[in-house]
Structure formats: structure tokens, C-alpha cells
Nanobody, 125 residues
Framework: VQLQASGGGLVQAGGSLRISCAAS????????MAWFRQAPGNEREFVASIGRTGKSTYYADSVKGRFTISRDNAKNTVYLQMNSLKPEDTAVYYC???????????????????WGQGTQVTVSS
């Protein structure tokens, strides 16, 4: 499966941004999806995940209440709506998909099999 992330950019603190990840190459609705992020010098960290139907979601504590993950299986796309952005949210954001055998609350990078190329999100103070 191929994943293509887009929508990153520069935003001021307190602002909002929505990033997207388009999938192709396999049945998108069979996969749990997730967003991870990686800031310079840091390890890749879990942000949010969503189950196959979109009804179940799971968030890192650092983004809970500010970020919303969603998916549109008809468009083979997963979204991350980011509100009340903080400078510490600055990172490259990666989307990830599993082969469909995992759980929606998987938060370790090794639990996902396919990765997009990443999109840069920069939050200025």
C-alpha cells in the first residue's frame, strides 16, 4: 500500500491545520490507521489512531482534546484535524497503516506496516 501525506505548513500558535493521508494499493478499509510525528533529535512518537470503520479512535495524552483523527473510506483518506496548536507540535507528521490484523489502539511504530513520506508542520510562537 502507498500512503501520501499532505497539508502540512506553517501556522501560528493557537491556530489550526488539517493534514491528510491518501492511500492506494490495497483495501483501505481493512487497515487501522495512525499518525505519528518526529521532531528533530527526537524519536518518532504516536499521535493518534483510528479503527477500520472510523468509530474507534485513540490519542496520545499530549494531543487529546486538541487533535481529531478521522477517515473517509470512500475516499481512501485519513485526516488529522489539529486545533490549538503549540510550538511543541512542530514535527514531521507521518501516516501509517497496518495489514488489518492489529487493534485500533496500537501506538507502537512497529505495529504498523506501511508508512507515508511525512508532511512538515511548523508552529510558530
Amino acid at each position: 500500500v502507498q500512503l501520501q501525506a499532505s497539508g502540512g505548513g506553517l501556522v501560528q500558535a493557537g491556530g489550526s491545520l488539517r493534514i491528510s493521508c491518501a492511500a492506494s494499493g490495497r483495501t483501505f478499509s481493512n487497515s487501522n490507521m495512525a499518525w505519528f510525528r518526529q521532531a528533530p533529535g527526537n524519536e518518532r512518537e504516536f499521535v493518534a489512531s483510528i479503527g477500520r470503520t472510523g468509530k474507534s479512535t485513540y490519542y496520545a495524552d499530549s494531543v487529546k482534546g486538541r487533535f481529531t483523527i478521522s477517515r473517509d473510506n470512500a475516499k481512501n483518506t485519513v485526516y488529522l484535524q489539529m486545533n490549538s496548536l503549540k510550538p511543541e507540535d512542530t514535527a514531521v507528521y507521518y501516516c501509517a497503516a497496518d495489514r488489518g490484523e492489529g487493534v485500533y489502539y496500537a501506538y507502537k511504530a512497529y505495529e504498523y506496516d506501511y508508512w507515508g513520506q511525512g508532511t512538515q508542520v511548523t508552529v510558530s510562537s
